[in-house]
């Protein structure tokens, strides 16, 4: 009983200090002077989690030279803190992390010349890299922007502002397709902190298509109808662009794929599609477009085989999943789905929704075009829009 109490105490302690790895962080985030936000908690820089390993995180920014960094799971001291293993500070390429809850072996990262870098931490195996960045040519801080507001779905909390994604040819444009309504919203660059010292962009004075650090008077940027809006950001020239969509329903360009079981999930410069084969003889289509945590609950339906592991495929023009009683086409170009029977023949096909309609219920209601004559059974939600066309 002695023995197994003893045991219990060593493990505690070590868990403590800084010996093994915890499991992966929700979050991580750059904290030191070598960073833009020096120490502060609402200015550490977001690094980005990995889209295929969630224990990897990378962040792109301007590091000075002889100055110190670490990493931050939370925005706030005292928690979980990835440090250097090693005495040395100094780092150019592969070194190596340590998890500390503690003050203890508080070794903090320095790089010898101050530049842009490119710092990539694997969380599982405690690796961390730090390489000079292709880019140079101007300091980079952020690798993400947010809207913050009580135009956007989230208000003003801080932890639900959407989130404009950096572009991967220019690190200083960040864009989105995202929900508003009628109020104000201004842009945040960290999500997780506060906002005593939060560093927002302002609407300029002059110029509303223009964005300033100037926080005099608070200003934000007016929307007056609801709807989907494409918001660019361009901190290289301090402008901002607001265009309001008439045509809410596509997802933009297809990114990537992948199969989970039943489903098939299309990743789309505007959100995420979810092709599942559903209760044997269906297959339902969701969408998530981005900045929305859920997928849209209104669907269409189709008859289809029974559930069996779904055959994709992609070609030039679109990514395909199909069964021996459907064939669901996602156009490469912009995300639009169309449902096919086994001979190729259209049996459902998402249309562009009309330009003059006001948008209602939500950004997200599909509009569909369906032959006048369809052998195959089609169902849909009554917020679903099913017209007849010519084929």
Same mark, same amino acid.
């Given at each position: 009983m002695i023995f197994s109490t003893v045991k219990k105490l060593i493990f505690v302690v070590l868990a403590a200090l800084c010996a093994f790895p915890a499991a992966a962080a929700d979050h991580l985030f750059v904290v030191g002077d070598a960073t833009w936000g020096q120490w502060s908690l609402d200015r550490t820089s977001v690094m980005l989690r990995d889209g295929e390993n969630p224990d990897i995180f990378r962040y792109t920014g301007y590091l000075l030279a002889d100055k110190e960094f670490k990493f931050l799971t939370?925005?706030?001291? %005292?928690? @979980?803190?990835?440090?250097?293993?090693?005495?040395?500070?100094?780092? !150019?390429?592969?070194?190596? !992390?340590?998890?500390?809850?503690?003050?203890?072996?508080?070794?903090?990262?320095?790089?010898r010349e101050s530049a842009n870098y490119d710092i990539v931490c694997n969380l599982a195996e405690m690796k961390i890299s730090v390489t000079k960045a292709e880019f140079q040519s101007a300091q980079v801080y952020h690798n993400v922007l947010y809207l913050v507001g009580d135009a956007t779905p989230g208000r003003w909390m801080l932890g639900e502002a959407l989130p404009l994604a950096q572009s991967p040819s220019d690190p200083f444009i960040f864009s989105a397709r995202v929900s508003l309504s009628p109020g104000k919203f201004k842009i945040a660059t960290n999500c997780y902190g506060g906002y005593n010292e939060q560093k927002f962009y302002f609407r300029d004075p002059s110029d509303s298509s223009r964005v300033s650090e100037d926080s005099t008077d608070d200003r934000q940027w007016t929307i007056d109808s609801?709807? /989907?809006y494409n918001v660019t950001v361009n901190l290289s020239d301090k402008s901002i662009s607001i265009v309001a969509l008439s045509d809410a329903t596509a997802l933009g360009p297809v990114k990537s794929w992948r199969t989970e079981g039943h489903t098939l999930f299309v990743e789309a410069e505007y959100g995420t599609l979810e092709l599942t084969l559903f209760n044997d003889m269906v297959v339902k289509v969701f969408t998530r477009p981005a900045g929305m945590t859920e997928g849209e609950r209104r669907s269409i339906s189709v008859c289809a085989s029974p559930v069996g592991t779904p %055959?994709?495929?992609?070609?030039? /023009?679109? /990514? @395909? !999943?199909?069964?021996?009683? !459907?064939?669901?086409?996602?156009?490469? /170009? %912009?995300?639009?789905?169309?449902?096919?029977?086994?001979s190729g023949r259209l049996v459902l096909r998402e249309r562009e929704a009309s330009t003059t309609a006001p948008v209602r219920d939500g950004p997200h209601s599909k509009a569909w075009a369906t032959p006048l004559s369809t052998a195959a059974a089609t169902t849909a939600s009554a917020s679903t829009t099913m017209v007849p066309s010519s084929t």
């Open positions: 939370e925005t706030s001291w %005292d928690r @979980t803190e990835y440090r250097s293993a090693s005495a040395d500070p100094y780092i !150019l390429g592969e070194g190596s !992390l340590i998890v500390c809850n503690s003050n203890a072996n508080d070794n903090k990262f320095k790089v609801e709807g /989907v %055959d994709v495929s992609e070609s030039d /023009v679109a /990514v @395909t !999943l199909s069964t021996p009683a !459907l064939r669901v086409d996602v156009a490469k /170009v %912009d995300g639009r789905i169309s449902f096919r029977d086994p």
